[in-house]
């Protein structure tokens, strides 16, 4: 169900649902992914149905001993079928599920109400499906952000950590906790 992109066209794809699915300022350069895909801090997986289509993603980014889903999405025409919950438990199987942390926009955070259903309806797939939140807010880049993982604490140190380790040194003071459970 899950597995590398390799080729052209499959990069392409992924990429393509990348730009669709998620804000301009939650998006990092796709090239930079690429780039440092082959310095091993990205994993770019193609998520697939039974029958072998193209119907999502989930990329990776490693560092040290966390393993960040800094991106999950499902094609529409898959949506509601289970993929994401059963590539959801993929991860834990190859990442290990002590390992893994996620970020959703905050459903604390003010905005229109279209935006915070969806915001609740994303938080709520992670919950379901096992996770919860470590009890910090941060902001990422201007963005803020509930981190959720499968129970592992998780201090914001260990966390900034994960980007430490692979963003340039100009865009690092751009991520700060601010709010302590």
Known sequence: MLRHAETERELALLQDLYEKSFPKSEKKPFAFMLQKRQEGFFDLLMMEDPEGNFCGLAIMLLSGELALLDYLAVEPRCQGSGLGSRALAELQERYGRDRIV???????????????????????????????????????????MEILTYGRPLTFPEYYEIYDNVLPENLKHKIKQILQR
Request: glycine residues 10%; negative net charge.
């Open 102 to 144: 996620v970020e959703i926009e905050s459903t604390e955070e003010k905005g229109d109400v279209e935006n915070r259903r969806e915001r609740a309806r994303r938080k709520e797939f992670y919950l379901r499906n096992g996770m919860s939140a470590v009890g910090f807010l941060v902001d990422l880049m201007g963005v803020e």
